[in-house]
């Protein structure tokens, strides 16, 4: 299984474009190894495909299965 993280980074400036705050989230997306397929454990749900994943602390609710 790989897992990519996509990073959004968003900068708060002030009219004069200084730098106030910065914000940063990520998600991250789940492919499976060829001829596998990733397993939600929580709802036994199978995904052939790529998974999109909101938070690190779900990826341990996905395994790696053969298909």
């Known amino acids: ?3 990519n993280i ?3 980074i968003t900068n708060i400036l ?3 474009r200084q730098l106030i705050n910065t914000a940063v989230t990520e998600a991250y997306v789940l492919y499976p190894t060829a001829g596998k397929a ?3 454990i929580i709802n ?3 995904y052939t495909s790529s998974v999109n994943i909101g938070s690190k602390g779900n ?3 996905y395994i790696e299965i053969d298909l």
């Open 1 to 3: 299984m790989t897992i």
């Open 6 to 8: 996509i990073q959004t």
């Open 14 to 16: 002030d009219e004069n």
């Open 38 to 40: 990733i397993k939600n």
């Open 44 to 46: 036994d749900r199978i």
């Open 59 to 61: 990826l341990k609710n």
